[in-house]
């Protein structure tokens, strides 16, 4: 998919590393949770993975993380996570309204389910309970907080209507997620109808902002592997809390493709999604010099 051919004037252009120095970077006097509050929202009692990853990378970016899942059983999961991983804190359902309120941005959807099981997963036609549950928690907060910094991504898309989307908000589908939300529609009409940015991920990662198309290019065959996807929308929501919704989504794209080729220097394509999240730190220092 990509920008049709017209009369409109579309501006298209490559991501450089020089871009990265938009970024907003921490003052040397900073005060606590001045560099960024984020909320989490996802994860399944099939895909509890999904947000750690998110967690992970997030938690070494921003100031402070909130994590929080409609599921009651993401509790119970949360309490062995955190001896992986104790850098976030866990809220209650029933709080999440307040914490979305305090936080400069919010990622929903990673770890969200589509079906309640696999064999389902052929009747595309019907929503499940499960697949309910993902749509009303993503409806109802994304209607409820429209004027907050948003990124969407994997159970959410799956579900959701698109009149949902809140303006300046970032997607991160692959094809798949794509054309469930979107159906045919061209990606610079999709965002220029919802006024949202759509990182369409790929081999060649495109940014589309209404008519703008920006390139992302790098990483490998190892990014294929489940949860690189949900460590990308770990950084672009990190990164929305302090920056622009374009520069988010591009960044991010450029930091995750330049970590997976420096991990292939290193062991080929024999990396999975931890080692990703992991190695985004050190790869972010060099980058940002």
């Not at 949770?33 to 970016?61: C, D, M, W, Y």
């Not at 921003?62 to 991983?85: C, G, H, N, R, W």
């Not at 919010?106 to 697949?131: N, S, V």
């Amino acid at each position: 998919m990509g920008p049709k051919e017209g009369p409109r004037t579309i501006k298209m252009k490559k991501f450089e590393k020089s871009d990265l120095q938009k970024l907003y970077k921490p003052p040397v006097n900073s005060n606590g949770e001045q560099n960024g509050q984020l909320t989490i929202i996802g994860g399944s009692k099939l895909f509890h993975g999904a947000p750690l990853l998110s967690l992970r990378v997030a938690s070494r970016i921003v100031d402070m993380v909130f994590f929080s899942s409609p599921e009651s059983s993401m509790q119970e999961i949360t309490s062995y996570i955190k001896a992986d991983l104790s850098s976030f804190i866990w809220v209650d359902w029933d709080e999440i309204e307040d914490y979305i309120k305090k936080s400069d941005a919010i990622l929903i959807g990673p770890g969200f389910m589509r079906y309640h099981k696999e064999k389902d997963r052929h009747k595309a036609e019907e929503c499940d309970e499960a697949c309910q549950l993902t749509k009303s928690t993503t409806e109802d907060l994304l209607s409820k907080f429209s004027d907050k910094k948003w990124v969407i991504d994997a159970g959410s898309l799956q579900t959701m209507d698109p009149k949902f989307i809140p303006e300046n908000s970032i997607l991160t589908p692959n094809k798949k997620e794509y054309e469930i939300l979107f159906g045919s529609l061209d990606p610079i009409d999709a965002s220029k109808k919802y006024k949202c940015v759509i990182v369409l991920k790929g081999p060649k990662t495109s940014v589309y902002f209404k008519d703008e198309v920006v390139e992302v290019d790098g990483g490998n065959a190892g990014l294929t592997k489940g949860g690189t996807g949900d460590v990308l929308a770990g950084l672009a929501a990190s990164l929305l809390t302090k920056n622009d919704s374009l520069l988010s989504a591009c960044a991010s794209s450029y930091i995750v493709k330049t970590t997976a080729d420096e991990l292939y220097k290193k062991v080929g394509i024999s990396y999975n999604s931890d080692d990703l999240a992991d190695s985004i730190p050190s790869v972010m220092a060099f980058l940002l010099k």
